[in-house]
């Protein structure tokens, strides 16, 4: 019988030209330069072409198109992204990201690591991100932590080490059913945490939404009240969420005395720091932050007042064995060893749900090593100075009403109009925002509070001068007097 023969090689996916794909290349790469570099220019948000949304609208490909042309229409995507790299994007909190952060994100592509596991850079750098974590919030040494998408991810993972460590571990193979657990958190508190509740089989009836006082901070004594009432209803309280940097108003609870509630409930203390966590990188701010040390866990996002382009978040869990037993599994095909790839025990994996996990802790490294945490924590308070500077100038406008107290980086007000009931100023307020959306002007964006629409400015970019906010007020003021967009707001006669 004579050997076969082996199949002639057959090209893979990888450039037939290297040296005409590295000129696409650079010229892509000078594109988005060069996009960046005109961060200050232009609209804010600039509304998907309908032309262009019908190119991403047509049937599964059966031939590929070019090189060339693939990145032609990946440049064409440039303009259009929410705006968010602009100064004056002021709308929910994103983070504006750094050209720097591009850097990272081309190593990363080109290395394509798995950071689920095994034994290879990608691991080191996320412990190096994690261990400076640790000593931002002032977590011991064998406190644990993973980089994930985001705080509504880092929120699913604490409160399942809080569930598990409640129940003793045996919620992970005999779920909950028989046990009633609840947990408490503001009324401002974010959506993630309902969310987290419902997604680990609590429940969202199981938070407790506690009231707030006038500065929108949880009320201590409604948060006690409802933890005896629970506990005399048989129930299981086991969870204390307090926010650092209320979504709406930038408010932050009263963190050290939540904390002493925890601890003299035995409740596991968990804060929710998505933006307001990384105040504690600013001197003028950290004091206020300085109980998150005494939390069981801690959820935040990188990809806001840090800056690092999205996504990039992380979760701190204080007892890492805890941590580890919420979710170490390591069946034989994940099977770690001390000497080659599979060691680098023990691997992320076995601390939140995905394995499959790219190296996002580069660009967070990056950008924590290239600017430092001063140059990062003056970003921060240079925003909170920016904030209590626009909420000043609306204070003493008779034309606008101040709707909270500037605690952070945000600012609510409305725009106030003579001769207009409740319903027709909110609806006034609505159109200036979308207006100023659409024009390209400025990006805030809306709230309600204590019923009435507000004008929602957040701070959280690093391009923002007072310039911009002195335009944004000016701009309002024409919206709100201009005679078509009120005429605009009157419903047609039937």
Same mark, same amino acid.
């Given at each position: 019988?004579?050997?076969?023969?082996?199949?002639?090689?057959?090209?893979?996916?990888?450039?037939?030209?290297?040296?005409?794909?590295?000129?696409? =290349?650079?010229?892509?790469?000078?594109?988005?330069?060069?996009?960046?570099?005109?961060?200050?220019?232009?609209?804010?948000?600039?509304?998907?072409?309908?032309?262009?949304?019908?190119?991403?609208?047509?049937?599964?490909?059966?031939?590929?198109?070019?090189?060339?042309?693939?990145?032609?229409?990946?440049?064409?995507?440039?303009?259009?992204?929410?705006?968010?790299?602009?100064?004056?994007?002021?709308?929910?909190?994103?983070?504006?990201?750094?050209?720097?952060?591009?850097?990272?994100?081309?190593?990363?592509? =080109?290395?394509?690591?798995?950071?689920?596991?095994?034994?290879?850079?990608?691991?080191?750098?996320?412990?190096?991100?994690?261990?400076?974590?640790?000593?931002?919030?002032?977590?011991?040494?064998?406190?644990?932590?993973?980089?994930?998408?985001?705080?509504?991810?880092?929120?699913?993972?604490?409160?399942?080490?809080?569930?598990?460590?409640?129940?003793?571990?045996?919620?992970?193979?005999?779920?909950?059913?028989?046990?009633?657990?609840?947990?408490?958190?503001?009324?401002?508190?974010?959506?993630?945490?309902?969310?987290?509740?419902?997604?680990?089989?609590?429940?969202?009836?199981?938070?407790?939404?506690?009231?707030?006082?006038?500065?929108?901070?949880?009320?201590?004594?409604?948060?006690?009240?409802?933890?005896?009432?629970?506990?005399?209803?048989?129930?299981?309280?086991?969870?204390?969420?307090?926010?650092?940097?209320?979504?709406?108003?930038?408010?932050?609870?009263?963190?050290?005395?939540?904390?002493?509630?925890?601890?003299?409930?035995?409740?596991?203390?968990?804060?929710?720091?998505?933006?307001?966590?990384?105040?504690?990188?600013?001197?003028?701010?950290?004091?206020?932050?300085?109980?998150?040390?005494? =939390?069981?866990?801690?959820?935040?996002?990188?990809?806001?007042?840090?800056?690092?382009?999205?996504?990039?978040?992380?979760?701190?869990?204080?007892?890492?064995?805890?941590?580890?037993?919420?979710?170490?599994?390591?069946?034989?095909?994940?099977?770690?060893?001390?000497?080659?790839?599979?060691?680098?025990?023990?691997?992320?994996?076995?601390?939140?749900?995905?394995?499959?996990?790219?190296?996002? =802790?580069?660009?967070?490294?990056?950008?924590?090593?290239?600017?430092?945490?001063?140059?990062?924590?003056?970003?921060?308070?240079?925003?909170?100075?920016?904030?209590?500077?626009?909420?000043?100038?609306?204070?003493?406008?008779?034309?606008?009403?101040?709707?909270?107290?500037?605690?952070?980086?945000?600012?609510?007000?409305?725009?106030?109009?003579?001769?207009?009931?409740?319903?027709?100023?909110?609806?006034?307020?609505?159109?200036?925002?979308?207006?100023?959306?659409?024009?390209?002007?400025?990006?805030?964006?809306?709230?309600?509070?204590?019923?009435?629409?507000?004008?929602?400015?957040?701070?959280?970019?690093?391009?923002?001068?007072?310039?911009?906010?002195?335009?944004?007020?000016?701009?309002?003021?024409?919206?709100?007097?201009?005679?078509?967009?009120?005429?605009?707001?009157?419903?047609?006669?039937?």
């Amino acid at each position: 019988m004579t050997d076969p023969k082996p199949p002639v090689p057959q090209p893979g996916l990888d450039p037939q030209d290297w040296a005409a794909f590295r000129q696409t =290349a650079h010229d892509l790469l000078d594109a988005a330069i060069d996009k960046m570099t005109a961060n200050r220019e232009g609209r804010v948000w600039t509304p998907f072409p309908a032309e262009m949304k019908a190119a991403f609208a047509r049937p599964l490909p059966k031939e590929g198109q070019g090189e060339a042309d693939l990145a032609a229409q990946l440049a064409a995507l440039l303009p259009y992204g929410v705006g968010n790299t602009h100064p004056r994007f002021f709308g929910w909190v994103h983070g504006s990201g750094t050209p720097q952060n591009m850097l990272a994100e081309i190593v990363a592509s =080109a290395i394509n690591a798995n950071a689920g596991g095994r034994d290879h850079g990608a691991i080191y750098v996320e412990r190096q991100v994690i261990a400076w974590c640790r000593e931002m919030f002032g977590f011991p040494e064998t406190a644990s932590g993973l980089l994930v998408s985001g705080t509504s991810l880092a929120t699913v993972i604490a409160v399942k080490a809080a569930r598990d460590a409640r129940l003793e571990f045996r919620s992970r193979k005999e779920g909950i059913c028989g046990d009633r657990l609840v947990g408490y958190a503001s009324a401002e508190a974010h959506a993630c945490n309902p969310r987290a509740f419902d997604i680990l089989g609590l429940g969202t009836d199981a938070l407790r939404r506690i009231p707030v006082n006038d500065a929108y901070e949880m009320d201590t004594a409604a948060l006690r009240a409802a933890i005896q009432a629970d506990r005399e209803a048989g129930l299981t309280p086991f969870l204390v969420i307090g926010t650092a940097g209320t979504v709406n108003t930038g408010s932050t609870d009263p963190l050290a005395e939540l904390s002493a509630i925890a601890k003299e409930e035995n409740l596991w203390f968990h804060v929710d720091g998505a933006f307001g966590a990384l105040a504690r990188l600013s001197p003028a701010h950290a004091e206020r932050f300085k109980a998150i040390e005494q =939390a069981d866990s801690v959820a935040f996002d990188f990809h806001k007042w840090l800056h690092v382009n999205y996504d990039a978040g992380c979760v701190l869990i204080r007892d890492g064995a805890h941590h580890r037993h919420a979710f170490s599994d390591r069946p034989d095909y994940l099977k770690g060893a001390e000497r080659g790839i599979a060691a680098g025990n023990p691997w992320p994996v076995e601390y939140g749900p995905e394995l499959s996990r790219g190296f996002r =802790a580069l660009k967070v490294w990056s950008q924590i090593a290239g600017f430092g945490t001063a140059k990062l924590g003056e970003a921060i308070a240079r925003n909170c100075d920016q904030a209590a500077y626009l909420s000043a100038k609306v204070a003493a406008d008779t034309r606008f009403d101040l709707l909270a107290p500037a605690k952070l980086n945000i600012c609510c007000f409305r725009y106030r109009a003579d001769g207009l009931d409740e319903a027709a100023l909110d609806a006034l307020n609505e159109e200036i925002v979308i207006r100023l959306q659409e024009s390209g002007i400025a990006a805030p964006s809306t709230t309600k509070l204590k019923g009435r629409v507000a004008i929602r400015i957040n701070l959280t970019n690093h391009r923002t001068q007072h310039s911009d906010l002195d335009l944004l007020l000016t701009e309002i003021v024409k919206l709100g007097e201009d005679g078509d967009v009120r005429a605009s707001l009157i419903p047609p006669r039937p």
